[in-house]
């Protein structure tokens, strides 16, 4: 695939979506529900991944696009070239904050996540990684992961789904230094990218709220699995647990099951 390429498109198209996104923010949004009534889609949603289809099919014929509101193929496989496309993550923050959503895209080949985009949109924060050359935010080289950093001196990302299916969390949360959450997977991944936080800790999220999270923090050194350690599958919803090496350890072995 070129790189290149798909680098220059990737940026130009994330900073139109985003701009037509903030724009929104002076109209009146059309909000429906999904699964329940706090899982929103709202025409920003679609018309962002819209965009994306359509740009996608126009400059790369073969490229397939994996997201969250299903408008463009059936992926079932990840062979070839996928863009895994969060058109807004945190879309329920976008709705009532209009602030802690990104727009997240993640492009892979044949499987591996070769380039990762999250555009903090209110922040105006790209972090951009590509495998093998590092990862940045706004073009400023972010720092390795803290191979050395324990559970009592980080900040605990968790929300209440998984305390509640997994309770021995509320004890990593004590030993922490506390617990914090923005409600957007992409930006709680970034934060622990960055060192803001040591871990996070979800029950149930889709590929597209992590494929480009989950290659920018392994870029830094960190490790992402399910809540009970196996490696994930980019295809399937589950639990995750994104965290610095020695952290990431610390959880599995002593707080989860
Ligand atoms: P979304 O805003 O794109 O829906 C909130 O804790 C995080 O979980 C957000 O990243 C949100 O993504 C995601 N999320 C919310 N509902 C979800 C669901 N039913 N399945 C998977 N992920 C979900
Ligand atoms: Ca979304």
Do not use: C
């Amino acid at each position: 695939m070129d790189i290149e390429k798909i680098d220059y498109l990737a940026r130009l198209w994330i900073m139109e979506a985003a701009t037509k996104i903030k724009q929104s923010f002076k109209e009146t949004l059309d909000i429906d529900t999904k699964s329940g009534r706090n899982d929103l889609v709202t025409n920003m949603d679609k018309e962002t991944e819209a965009f994306f289809v359509k740009q996608i099919k126009e400059h790369f014929k073969e490229h397939r696009l994996f997201g969250e509101e299903g408008m463009s193929d059936e992926v079932t496989d990840l062979n070839g070239v996928v863009w895994i496309l969060d058109p807004i993550d945190g879309t329920l923050n976008f709705v009532e904050q209009q602030r802690d959503f990104s727009i997240s895209l993640a492009i892979y080949q044949d499987g591996i996540g070769y380039l990762a985009y999250i555009y903090d949109v209110e922040r105006d924060e790209l972090y951009f990684a590509e495998k093998g050359k590092g990862a940045t935010v706004n073009g400023k080289s972010i720092p390795k992961m803290n191979k050395t950093m324990d559970l009592q001196d980080a900040l605990l990302i968790a929300n209440l789904s998984v305390t509640k299916k997994f309770p021995t969390v509320w004890e990593a949360v004590k030993v922490s230094r506390g617990l914090r959450l923005h409600g957007a997977a992409s930006l709680e991944y970034m934060d622990v990218a960055t060192g803001r936080a040591g871990a996070y800790l979800s029950a149930n999220l889709a590929p597209w709220d992590i494929a480009a999270g989950k290659i920018i923090v392994e870029e830094l050194g960190g490790i992402v699995t399910r809540i009970d350690g196996s490696e994930i599958n980019m295809l399937e919803k589950g639990s995750s647990i994104v965290a610095a090496p020695k952290i990431h350890q610390t959880l599995i072995d002593n707080y989860l099951p």
